[in-house]
């Protein structure tokens, strides 16, 4: 089967793999054609090279064996309770708690990452943009 990736999967496969769940065992099957679009190319390369340095550091501090930090946070007791329901109805085991909370700070810090790019792209014009996708494209085909 031949599989068109999207930039956040291609991403995620190289610095977070742990985020694709159970895709991630169809994507790592050899028979698997994995595709990435031009345009694709274009936006990890152009656009979100800082959310793949922020993932790639955070898996080399992994791999290095970096301790992990403790947080005191402070939520409502709402949050807290529906937040502990919800974990175990889903069987909540030790950690996932913290697992939790790590990603939605992730999540949300990769928005925001990607907010600041869409700003600071925001006068590209649209015969600007084009060209870097033509360029992108050309660039693919090559290395055919």
């Given at each position: 089967?031949?599989?068109?990736?999207?930039?956040?999967?291609?991403?995620?496969?190289?610095?977070?793999?742990?985020?694709?769940?159970?895709?991630?065992?169809?994507?790592?099957?050899?028979?698997?054609?994995?595709?990435?679009?031009?345009?694709?190319?274009w936006e990890i390369a152009s656009s979100?090279?800082?959310?793949?340095?922020?993932?790639?550091?955070?898996?080399?501090?992994?791999?290095?064996?970096?301790?992990?930090?403790?947080?005191?946070?402070?939520?409502?007791?709402?949050?807290?309770?529906?937040?502990?329901?919800?974990?175990a109805e889903h069987g909540g085991r030790?950690?996932?708690?913290?697992?939790?909370?790590?990603?939605?700070?992730?999540?949300?810090?990769?928005?925001?990452?990607?907010?600041?790019?869409?700003?600071?792209?925001?006068?590209?014009?649209?015969?600007?943009?084009?060209?870097?996708?033509?360029?992108?494209?050309?660039?693919?085909?090559?290395?055919?």
């Open positions: 089967m031949t599989l068109l990736l999207n930039a956040h999967v291609r991403l995620w496969m190289l610095a977070a793999p742990e985020r694709l769940g159970d895709a991630r065992a169809t994507l790592e099957n050899a028979e698997q054609e994995l595709l990435l679009s031009a345009a694709n190319s979100t090279i800082s959310v793949a340095c922020a993932w790639t550091l955070r898996r080399i501090d992994r791999y290095a064996g970096a301790m992990d930090t403790r947080w005191t946070i402070k939520v409502s007791q709402e949050v807290d309770r529906n937040l502990r329901v919800y974990l030790k950690g996932d708690l913290s697992r939790f909370v790590e990603e939605a700070v992730e999540e949300r810090l990769y928005r925001l990452m990607l907010d600041d790019v869409q700003q600071r792209n925001a006068d590209l014009d649209e015969a600007e943009a084009a060209a870097l996708v033509d360029e992108a494209l050309r660039w693919a085909r090559a290395g055919r």
